[in-house]
């Protein structure tokens, strides 16, 4: 028998595949398609403080190796998601966990503190990350200042377990890493997406609709016709485009900072795969989130679990977490 549990923060995962956040809606969307009960742990969307409209179209397109996404963290607030949507996810059978996200230290501290209310939210995950807001980087880019977002949200968590997750768009996310554990990470989650841009060459134009991080577009030759124009939309890769990237990550951090630590790793990017969460997992992580796979198969986590089982017996261990960090050098 092959014991797939693994634990993240204190709480045991029946397995290690997460379904990420943002990519699932509110959690109860994704029980119309695939059983809660085949994973490990779902992840909300991010919840702010005040409802967010997001974006404007297209917010989601596909490119070569994966899909943008420019959301712009659209979602019903605080006081909706707990009033309507988490009472819908309760009843499912898996492990549920809370993403927050916010533009300021009281915005986190507010979802955080109510969120640690909710006995249906074991752990929460900070979403420090998102890189399709104007703001959304504002923590997740400066260790100094993620450490100050932490030590407020820290207190406020109570017995909830904070995962902490870091976005891939920064110089050294391994300084990133060492910084939230340092400040009282229970787990860190990397990667987010990836910042990029795609462009409608007929149109000229950016194909999204909106979100924060291109620079305004320069008056020029050609380029002339909206010189005060607002800044070019730009959105987030994912899929499988940006797994290797996470590889690297996860185990660079693994190495430097979570192994040494004993903090869980969530490993995520373009896995679609069990090998590809074999991976991650052999890079350190002790599990492994799936987001743009549910948009092309929701049931793909299953066959991911099927894989890892019968990969962990054919290394002729008894569980999944005897593999974690093992890669041979
Ligand atoms: C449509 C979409 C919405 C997302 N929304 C969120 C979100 O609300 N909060 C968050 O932390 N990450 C969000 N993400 C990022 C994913 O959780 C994940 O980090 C990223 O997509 C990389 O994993 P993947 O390649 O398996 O999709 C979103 C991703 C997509 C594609």
Redo the contacts with the bound molecule.
């Keep these: 028998m092959i014991d797939l549990a693994v634990r993240v923060a204190g709480v045991q995962l029946r397995n290690p595949v997460v379904a ?4 699932c809606g509110y959690v109860d969307e994704l029980a119309d398609v695939l059983d809660p009960a085949r994973l490990g742990a779902i ?1 909300t ?2 919840i702010t403080r005040a409802p967010r409209t997001g974006h404007p179209p297209w917010r ?1 397109i596909t490119v070569e190796g ?2 943008l ?1 420019a ?1 712009g ?1 659209a ?1 019903v607030g605080l006081e909706k998601f707990l009033v309507e949507m988490l009472p819908a996810a309760a009843g499912l059978d898996t492990v549920l966990i809370g ?1 927050i ?1 916010g533009n300021s230290i009281d915005d986190y501290v507010t979802v955080a503190s109510a969120f640690d209310q909710e006995d249906r939210l074991p752990l929460v ?1 900070l ?1 420090v ?2 890189p399709n807001t104007d703001d959304g980087l504002v923590f997740g880019e400066n260790p100094a200042r993620l450490a100050e977002l932490l030590g407020e949200v820290r207190p406020a968590l109570g017995g909830t377990g904070m995962l902490v ?1 870091l976005s891939p768009n920064v110089g050294d996310i391994v300084a990133m890493a060492d910084a939230a554990v340092g400040a009282g990470a229970d787990g860190l989650t990397l ?3 990836v910042a990029a841009m795609a462009i409608d060459v007929e149109q000229r134009r950016s194909r999204l609709g909106g979100g924060g991080r291109g620079v305004p577009a320069a008056p020029g030759p050609g380029h002339g016709q909206k010189p005060s124009g607002p800044a070019t939309a730009a959105g ?1 890769l ?2 499988p485009a ?2 290797p990237i996470a590889v690297k990550m996860v185990h660079d951090v693994s190495v430097s900072v979570a192994k040494p630590a004993d903090v869980p790793i969530i490993g ?4 679609m795969t069990w090998q590809d969460a074999a991976e991650f997992i052999l890079a350190g992580a002790t599990a492994v ?5 549910l ?1 092309v198969d929701p049931r793909l986590p299953e066959a991911v679990v099927k894989g890892l089982r019968a990969w962990v017996k054919r290394q002729g261990c008894a569980s999944v977490g005897e593999l974690v960090g093992k890669l041979e050098h």
Excluded: P, Q, R
């Design positions: 990420a956040a943002g990519t992840v969307k991010s989601l994966g899909m996404n959301v963290l979602n993403s996200a995950e979403n990350s998102c997750k990667i987010n997406t987030g994912s899929g940006i797994h995520l990017g373009g896995v989130g799936m987001g743009t796979a948009f």
